[in-house]
Structure formats: structure tokens, C-alpha cells
């Protein structure tokens, strides 16, 4: 989750950071997304590992989109957490990225974040057209 927490210093994304479990502590899991959403959190970014129920127990508590992110941990190599976290039942979706892919779950929370904000939105379309710079100095300048 630390490239994740990178991603979002980068583009200035306020965040705040939370180690919570949804099987050993769920009454704090829910006071912990109570007061998020008192906060005004816009998007929830949750990482986890083995059978990977924190994404989808905080989908079940709020309507804050929540991301998740499956964490390789145990004999299958985070497999299981990514089909835990995508095999999500209607109506309570969580948005999956890949296996320890906090960074591109953060890049998912800003672009959907920059549907409210112009400010991330410049910011974002700087990011890709620089991405695009240095892909085509790496091609030899042909795209």
C-alpha cells in the first residue's frame, strides 16, 4: 500500500492511512468507515491478502467506492485475494486492481477524483503526456 500512499503524494491527493481488520476487529472496521464517511471521504482504497473480505465488508458499510487491492501473501500467491475481491455479489461491486498493484489502484482513485476536481484533472493529463514523452524517447523518438 506504500505505492499506493506514493501515487497519491505525487498528485497532492489528501489521504489518510488505516490498519484495520475485518475479522479480528469489525466493530472498529465499522466505526473506522463511519467516521471516514463523516470525513467526506470520496473513494476507499483497501488492500488485503488471503481470502481478502476487508474490501467487500467496507463495501457492505457504506456507498463510498471502495478499490481493492489483493496483497500476495499464503500458497497462492494473491490469487485467492483477487478472486475474493472481484467475485464481489450484486449489488455491493468493489473495483479490483492487480496483485499488489496499490500504485494503479491510486491512479484509479485520482482519475475518478479528477471528475470533481480540474486541478488533479491537469495534473493527470501532465502525468500521461509526460508518460508519453518518455515512451517515445525510448522508442527512438517513433510512435
Known amino acids: 500500500m506504500e505505492k499506493a500512499a506514493a501515487v ?18 469489525p466493530e472498529l472496521l465499522g466505526e473506522t468507515v463511519a467516521a471516514l464517511e463523516e470525513g467526506g471521504t470520496e473513494i476507499i482504497v483497501a488492500g488485503a491478502g488471503l481470502a481478502a473480505h476487508l474490501p467487500g465488508v467496507i463495501a457492505g458499510k457504506t456507498i463510498i ?5 489483493p496483497i500476495a501473501s499464503g500458497s497462492l500467491g494473491g490469487m485467492d485475494a483477487l478472486l475474493s475481491i472481484v ?13 499488489d498493484n496499490g500504485a494503479n ?39
Open 8 to 25: 497519491f503524494k505525487d498528485f497532492g491527493i489528501v489521504f489518510s492511512s488505516h490498519t484495520v481488520s475485518a475479522h479480528r476487529a
Open 105 to 143: 489502484a491510486a491512479y484509479l482513485a485520482a482519475e475518478i477524483l479528477s471528475l470533481k476536481y480540474p486541478e488533479l484533472k491537469t495534473k493527470l493529463l501532465a502525468f500521461r503526456n509526460r508518460m508519453k514523452e518518455e515512451a517515445a524517447r525510448d522508442a527512438g523518438g517513433g510512435l
Open 87 to 99: 467475485q464481489m455479489p450484486w449489488p455491493v461491486p468493489v473495483a479490483a486492481v492487480g496483485i
Open 65 to 69: 467506492p471502495v478499490i481493492g487491492v
